[in-house]
């Protein structure tokens, strides 16, 4: 993990991967929600070096499923894997075979992630709190996700509490209250 704009390894980073299994179709072929199974977590080293194990799919089964990472660390806002920052969109083809090589290299031999800092306090606020305009630009290939577009109603509280903790440190240092990331959470 890089600051993306130094390319300096981040200390401190909070890595939350959460891991579902997608069940058969149920009766009549209706669609079944999706089911928590497991999720894990790590923080980065003085490196920027972090390990992750879980149940990561190797595309055989299809039957586990991961919603995604979800990185946080105060002052940084959206994460990209390096190498996609290109200025010209890829055509669908080129964008979904470079994804497919960027997972098998996360779940293999590893890839530089970047972080994008938050420049400002009112970048700061709009990422923890108040979520980004649409006019807002963060940068090719940068999520316009922020952590309370999550809903971590079905993890378990102690696998978010270093997830928590970096967000209401956070919070803190913006003189804002704290703010729940599962499903108990307080309205703003």
């Known amino acids: 993990m890089v600051d993306a704009d130094t390319g300096k390894p981040i ?3 909070v890595i939350l991967d959460v891991f579902y299994l997608w069940p058969p179709r149920g009766f009549g072929n209706f669609p079944t929600p999706k089911v928590f199974r497991d999720s894990a977590h790590a923080v980065t080293d003085g490196e920027g070096r ?6 990561f799919d190797s595309g055989s089964s299809g039957s586990w499923y991961t919603d995604g990472l979800h990185i946080f660390k ?3 806002g959206p994460w990209r894997f390096q190498g996609r920052n290109e200025v010209e969109p890829l ?3 080129e964008e979904w075979s470079w994804r497919r090589q960027t997972g098998d290299r996360f779940t293999t031999s590893g890839v530089v992630m970047e972080l994008r800092p938050l420049r400002t306090r009112e970048e700061r606020l709009k990422y923890i709190d108040r979520g980004w305009a649409a ?3 963060l940068g090719a290939g940068f999520s316009r996700q922020t952590p309370f577009g999550l809903y971590f109603f079905d993890v378990p ?7 928590q903790r970096a967000v209401d440190e956070e919070r803190a240092s913006l003189a804002l209250p704290p703010r729940r990331l599962d499903g108990r959470r307080q309205p703003r």
């Not at 972090?50 to 149940?55: C, D, I, Q, R």
């Not at 509280?157 to 997830?163: N, V």
Request: net charge negative; hydrophobic share 30%.
């Open 91 to 93: 055509k669908q083809a």
């Open 74 to 76: 105060p002052g940084y």
């Open 50 to 55: 972090f390990t992750l194990s879980g149940p």
């Open 11 to 13: 200390d401190g980073a």
């Open 135 to 137: 006019g807002d630009r």
């Open 157 to 163: 509280l102690d696998r978010l509490t270093d997830f």
